[in-house]
């Protein structure tokens, strides 16, 4: 499933090809919602909440690991969504 996604997406994904996102493969819906997560603006957040459900991200937040996170982001979104990482690292 392939979405347009607006240039505030498209700046925290700077590392990806943004064309061959495909939001039907579970890892591409992972990558963005944490890019947006730990760098998006407010316009790329409105995005992310209207393309991707409440539950969906507080999952994605618990499967991810501390390590990929600034601790500021981390400090916030854990707050907003009351969730934790469920890993210190990504490799424990």
Known sequence: ?????????KVCLWSYDTN?????IPGHR???????LNRG????????????SEK???EIIKKSS???WSRKS???WSQ???VLPSRKSRFA
């Open 74 to 76: 981390l400090s916030f």
């Open 20 to 24: 061959k996102i495909d939001f039907s």
């Open 56 to 58: 969906e991200i507080k």
């Open 80 to 82: 907003i969504y009351d």
């Open 1 to 9: 499933m392939k979405m347009k996604l607006p240039q505030a997406v």
């Open 41 to 52: 603006t407010m316009e790329a957040v409105e995005w992310m909440w209207q393309n991707f």
């Open 30 to 36: 992972y990558i963005t919602i944490m890019n947006i």
């Open 66 to 68: 501390e390590s990929e």
